[in-house]
């Protein structure tokens, strides 16, 4: 049996909307209401003469949805089903399906039948109480979970926080152990807290029910109430939820739907289908809840709206990627974005949407983009636990898109942007990866240009050896040979201009092809460091062209900076030909470096990976730093914020001699972070960067220890090497070869807090941690690993300060 309501618009000629609502049979409408007879005749008449094509259409595509759920029912994938679907305010597809219970005795499925939502307890009940003791400051996400219970600190969880927590980042076991009876909610309480980690927090993706167990612990230590009653009072009854609530009174039973037999055979009706919940009384933040598809369309539509239980501000915090940054699984804040639990999305619905789904056969998905939602509510385990609605919701997903025309609204265009493909959610489940790209760099464009605004002007170069076309030719020869440009003086940076100086005393040269005059800008004192004004009052334009390794303390990015300074006070222009950042402009990473550190790897506030071309930090320098000169970038084509180097094309040239292909320039970020102290980072060997060690280090041990702590993307490997050259040269040293085993999940500013932590943690009297200053330039992360502070959380207490660094980068963004 099939009842319920269709939403139906009316062809391109017809402005506005009707409804028309399907009854079991014309005669039922005639002897009901004669006059709302004539009115839908009336309608009806209307609508052949206006657009009957248009009608029909729609009529056929959400006629897919009956038929798809029909499907299910006939395959005894579930035994009925109700499914809604709303759109832009108004909710455009309500209907029921099948039996609501095929044992003991039958009944049908009605379109107010009340469901054991299970899992969904964790986003509708839970999840919103914690935005709303964190809107009221009562709560932070970055709090360790233990501020609000200390006994959950036991066994080796101080460090977990809220955040963890609600994006299933905690490290703890998917359930409590119900190997052996147990009841009652303050032993079941007991038990996930003292629950022992199975991985490090934020390390490994882990859907837990403990999660949210502990999570109504908070809500309840925090708000002085029980969390039934907290969800009661302060969510359902403000949204008119009159069917939704834990614990179902008696008379509700006839219209809930059954879910299967317990372990007494007694089939459960009204009683929580979860058997944590239901040894915890029916109570707890992952399960528990019932409710009705239209109490539930209200609570989509009020997170639509921005209205009700939650701020605009808290339904975007909790609905966008939370998890950590590089991460592979997407979760909001409770809420799933893009992960193995996202069937219920479909094909064609995007990652900008959001959703939930629980073990009974339940799910609910929302699309802001769209203004849609889709609720499907299923006893798919009714009555033997045997059916599935796993396949069912993907197909109900994809299958709306097409039937209700469901087109991205204009205000959410730059929420999915933000989230899907290259963009700031980092990775994904189906985020692209890699990509063969055709990028053209700056000096290509200005090829392509006839180098027109050089034309008639003295221009001085700052390259070096990647400064080169498409066709090999160096950036050098070209402007020396270009009509009308008069290149009359080169400028060097760190390595010189050919690449391959290791060394701080490098002095001015001459270029034997051109005969140029080259003047170093490197060397051990700051005057030497800077190019001379008065030689650049000599020229009317500085043309930069390098290739940078997207790394605060990359001293190239310091230069641009000195030379921004120079051609303001020299009054000339200065014109950067960009290039791609190698590690990709997406990932934001790692501690700001404090404002009066800065020195020769720390031009201002920058955090270690910053996710920018040279091009974007030359402007944001130039106004951030007030330093004003004529600057203009002459942009790359067909490059993507998200492309790694080798999705570019474009041939790898050594930025500088220890950075030799784009796997040390990966590790940079991280192991440079450690070079200044006392160990070795592989300089001298084949493999500079990819190596770490010491002759008082124990390979072995270090290497135990760093796999321990399961650092996403990278692997240890016991090793011996010695250095042909720097530190430790010609010694034999002990450490570990770093493996890189997922570049798309590595955070590699963490990675040097790991490893400085390690290697202070196991070797403290050998390990010169204070040498890490002046690369690091963060008092306060210094202070957190010379105290024992988990690598973790300290990253944790940088993501604010990322945070405002975003907002700012954004203003000088090239490559959107």
Excluded at 392 to 411: F, N
Excluded at 512 to 528: L, W
Excluded at 672 to 697: C, K, M, Q, Y
Excluded at 766 to 779: P, R, S, W, Y
């Amino acid at each position: 049996m099939v009842s319920g309501t269709r939403g139906t618009s009316f062809g391109r000629n017809l402005i506005g909307f009707a409804v028309i609502v399907v009854h079991s049979s014309f005669g039922e409408i005639m002897r009901n209401s004669p006059s709302r007879t004539l009115l839908w005749m009336l309608c009806t008449v209307s609508l052949l003469c206006a657009g009957t094509a248009g009608a029909q259409s729609e009529t056929e595509r959400f006629s897919v949805l009956d038929d798809i759920v029909a499907s299910a029912i006939e395959k005894h994938e579930i035994p009925g089903a109700v499914l809604l679907v709303g759109h832009e305010g108004r909710v455009v597809y309500r209907k029921a399906f099948g039996q609501r219970s095929l044992e003991p005795a039958g009944s049908v499925m009605s379109a107010d039948t009340i469901f054991d939502l299970a899992s969904l307890t964790k986003v509708i009940a839970t999840t919103t109480a914690v935005m709303q003791l964190l809107e009221q400051g009562k709560v932070r996400l970055n709090d360790a979970v233990a501020k609000y219970i200390p006994e959950f600190a036991q066994n080796g969880k101080a460090d977990i926080t809220l955040r963890d927590l609600l994006t299933h980042y905690s490290g703890l076991p998917p359930d409590l152990d119900l190997s052996h009876p147990w009841s009652g909610r303050d032993l079941g309480y007991s038990m996930a807290f003292a629950s022992n980690p199975i991985a490090p927090p934020e390390t490994k993706f882990v859907y837990s029910d403990i999660n949210f167990i502990v999570l109504g612990a908070v809500v309840e230590r925090v708000s002085g109430v029980a969390l039934d009653s907290y969800c009661r009072d302060k969510i359902f009854v403000p949204l008119g939820m009159s069917h939704t609530r834990f614990l179902p009174p008696h008379e509700w039973l006839p219209q809930i739907a059954p879910t299967e037999y317990d372990e007494k055979q007694q089939m459960l009706r009204g009683l929580v289908h979860d058997p944590t919940a239901r040894r915890m009384g029916g109570v707890a933040g992952h399960a528990g809840l019932f409710s009705t598809a239209d109490d539930l369309a209200k609570f989509a539509s009020a997170l639509l709206d921005g209205r009700g239980p939650l701020s605009r501000e808290a339904i975007e915090k909790m609905s966008t990627p939370q998890q950590p940054p590089t991460a592979p699984t997407l979760r909001g804040l409770g809420w799933d974005i893009d992960s193995p639990f996202s069937s219920n999305r479909g094909e064609l619905l995007p990652v900008g949407s959001f959703g939930h789904t629980g073990f009974t056969g339940t799910s609910i998905w929302i699309d802001p983009t769209t203004a849609a939602y889709v609720i499907l509510l299923t006893n798919a385990v009714h009555p033997r636990g045997q059916g599935t609605a796993i396949s069912l919701r993907g197909k109900v997903a994809t299958a709306v898109v097409g039937a209700a025309e469901l087109k991205p609204q204009e205000q959410e265009l730059l929420r999915w942007k933000s989230i899907t493909g290259y963009n700031e959610a980092l990775v994904a489940e189906h985020h692209i990866t890699y990509r063969n790209g055709a990028v053209t760099n700056g000096i290509d464009v200005l090829e392509s240009q006839d180098y027109a605004p050089l034309r008639g002007k003295r221009v001085g170069l700052l390259t070096n050896q990647t400064g080169f076309d498409s066709n090999g030719h160096r950036t050098i020869d070209l402007l020396a040979h270009a009509s009308g440009v008069h290149l009359n003086a080169i400028f060097s940076p760190e390595h010189g201009v050919t690449g391959t100086l290791d060394t701080t005393t490098i002095g001015n040269s001459r270029d034997a092809a051109t005969g140029v005059s080259v003047y170093s800008v490197y060397g051990s004192s700051d005057e030497s460091r800077r190019p001379s004004v008065d030689l650049l009052k000599q020229l009317d334009t500085v043309v930069i062209d390098l290739q940078d390794a997207g790394v605060r303390f990359y001293t190239y990015e310091t230069t641009v900076g000195y030379f921004l300074e120079a051609a303001h006070k020299a009054g000339i222009d200065l014109v950067v030909l960009d290039r791609p950042n190698p590690i990709n402009g997406v990932f934001i990473q790692g501690p700001m470096s404090e404002p009066g550190r800065e020195s020769f790897v720390n031009y201002g506030p920058v955090p270690v990976r910053h996710g920018m071309t040279l091009g974007e930090l030359a402007q944001m320098f130039n106004a951030e730093h007030k330093v004003g000169a004529k600057l203009t970038v002459i942009p790359m084509h067909g490059w993507m914020r998200g492309d790694w180097f080798d999705s570019t094309g474009l041939e790898w040239m050594n930025p500088s001699p220890n950075l030799r292909s784009l796997t040390q320039a990966t590790l940079y970020p991280g192991v440079a972070l450690v070079e200044g102290t006392n160990v070795s980072v592989g300089r001298g060997t084949d493999t500079p960067f990819e190596l770490l060690g010491a002759p008082w280090v124990n390979g072995r041990q270090l290497a135990e220890f760093l796999n321990a702590r399961q650092i996403p993307g990278v692997r240890f490997i016991p090793a011996t090497f010695t250095p042909s050259s720097s530190t430790y040269s010609g010694q034999l040293c002990h450490g570990v070869n770093l493996a890189l085993t997922g570049r798309e999940f590595l955070d590699t500013p963490e990675l040097g807090v790991e490893l400085a932590a390690a290697l202070f943690k196991l070797y403290p009297e050998q390990f010169h941690i204070e040498k890490m200053m002046e690369i690091l330039a963060n008092q306060a992360v210094y202070d957190a690993i010379v105290h024992g502070r988990d690598p973790h959380r300290i990253a944790l207490d940088w993501q604010d300060d990322l945070a405002k660094f975003r907002q700012i980068r954004e203003r000088y963004l090239i490559y959107k």
